[in-house]
T-cell receptor
Framework: DTGVSQDPRHKITKRGQNVTFRCDPISEHNRLYWYRQTLGQGPEFLTYFQNEAQLEKSRLLSDRFSAERPKGSFSTLEIQRTEQGDSAMYLC????????????FGPGTRLTVT | QKEVEQNSGPLSVPEGAIASLNCTYSDRGSQSFFWYRQYSGKSPELIMFIYSNGDKEDGRFTAQLNKASQYVSLLIRDSQPSDSATYLCAARPDTGTASKLTFGTGTRLQVTL
């Protein structure tokens, strides 16, 4: 499988718990993105990495959210003290340098906070 | 005003007809545009990208870009029931470095038998 993979695919958690998601990009892609999508909306940008460096973070990314890409390969997104408003599909995408910069998405992790 | 706007639909077209999906954007710095298809409960799948004014064709799909009017469209010829999905338009500023995509809310397409 040469696509973007994400784990887990589904996560149900209780409010206040911490959760962590993993994303493995396409192997030759050095750029990795996290987006969040809620019902009826398009994906919203959260953050992105070039290699191991986190180069941009959205204002949507509160201090309860943290993302890492320690060796420039896979990335993790952690949400601390989850709230019901965090329920969404968390999407990871990757691309490589050079035009046209098209991004390829993984299958997503659906988070439900009860 | 949203940065990327799409009519949420649903847009209903009969099988075999041409489906026309439209998108406008407000940021004149946007240079590259992408169309993604998203089936219910699934992640977005890239269909086409365009960054030059004019038309770009790929099989049954044609993307059209008019930067002066800040308008992007996607035409689907010979629409099939399997084309029924939400189509997302995304814009990306061409800064020479990687950057985020800004998505519209998507247009739901229904292809009827």
């Amino acid at each position: 499988d040469t696509g973007v993979s994400q784990d887990p695919r589904h996560k149900i958690t209780k409010r206040g718990q911490n959760v962590t998601f993993r994303c493995d990009p396409i192997s030759e892609h050095n750029r990795l993105y996290w987006y969040r999508q809620t019902l009826g909306q398009g994906p919203e940008f959260l953050t992105y990495f070039q290699n191991e460096a986190q180069l941009e973070k959205s204002r949507l990314l509160s201090d309860r959210f943290s993302a890492e890409r320690p060796k420039g390969s896979f990335s993790t997104l952690e949400i601390q003290r989850t709230e019901q408003g965090d329920s969404a599909m968390y999407l990871c995408a990757s691309n490589k340098q050079g035009l046209p910069y098209e991004q390829y998405f993984g299958p997503g992790t659906r988070l439900t906070v009860t | 005003q949203k940065e990327v706007e799409q009519n949420s639909g649903p847009l209903s077209v009969p099988e075999g007809a041409i489906a026309s999906l439209n998108c406008t954007y407000s940021d004149r710095g946007s240079q590259s545009f992408f169309w993604y298809r998203q089936y219910s409960g699934k992640s977005p799948e890239l269909i086409m990208f365009i960054y030059s004014n004019g038309d770009k064709e790929d099989g049954r799909f044609t993307a059209q870009l008019n930067k002066a009017s800040q308008y992007v469209s996607l035409l689907i010829r010979d629409s099939q029931p399997s084309d029924s999905a939400t189509y997302l338009c995304a814009a990306r500023p061409d800064t020479g470095t990687a950057s985020k995509l800004t998505f519209g809310t998507g247009t739901r397409l229904q292809v009827t038998l």
